[in-house]
């Protein structure tokens, strides 16, 4: 299967300070899905948004796509990203929004016609559940609901790879299930899923998962399978 992340000691300083990310080597494989853990500051953020391009590393490279991500032409950084979806824990919907509005933003913002959207749209929210939130404003929505919204924009352009930030951390446990749930069937259908959670009881519910731990700020990896991934077990 082909690789379709590869970070070569990539460091991030912010600022003048020491590095928040050393020496961070690993190749993804298509198709994969991955979690990534570690404690409270060890910096999966910030190596998350080094995967979805809102940040440069100070060193090293990134592979994307088979190609490099840190040399990019500016101009060709949209058509890249629109390739990854993000889930961020905060959800980010816009708030004068309705549900169907968040959903259908990303198709907007790439110049799809109108009388195309409906159809996806409708589709995503009857796949997380919300058919019936879609004239809701996220401030009337549970948080599992805001959440589920946030998956469906993040996916409705059938991206390639789908990194989430802690997406469970403020569901209750059922909902937590749930989100995975949808973030498994997503692997199945061929989505690379990047899951940063400290939700350790999550870990078990994607038997077939890779763990990625990040600890101070490096990879953690001592069987070296983050840098030759074994062939993902059929499903
Ligand atoms: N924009 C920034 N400017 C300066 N320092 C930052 C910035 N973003 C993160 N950091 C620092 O980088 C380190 C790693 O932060 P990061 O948010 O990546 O960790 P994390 O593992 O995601 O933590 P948590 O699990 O608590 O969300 C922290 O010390 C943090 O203060």
Partial sequence: MANIVQFENVGLRYGTGAETLSD???????G???FLTGPSGAGKTSLLKL???AQRPSRGIIRL???DAVMLPRKRLPGFRRRIGV?????????????????????RVSGMREDVIDEPVREMLAWVGLEDKAAARPSTLSGGEQQRIAIARAVITRPEI????????NVDPDMADRL??????LNRLGTTVVVATHDFHLLNRIPEAQMMRLDRGRIHDPTGSLRFPPRRPEA
């Fill in 180 to 185: 995975l749930h949808l973030f498994g069937t």
């Fill in 24 to 30: 961070i080597s690993f190749t993804l494989v298509t």
């Fill in 32 to 34: 994969a899905f991955y």
């Fill in 162 to 169: 789908l990194v989430a930030d802690e997406p469970t951390g």
């Fill in 87 to 107: 889930v961020f824990q905060d959800f980010r919907l816009v708030p004068h929004l309705s549900a169907y509005d968040n959903v259908a933003l990303p198709l």
């Fill in 65 to 67: 796509f088979g190609e």
């Fill in 51 to 53: 995967l979805y391009l």
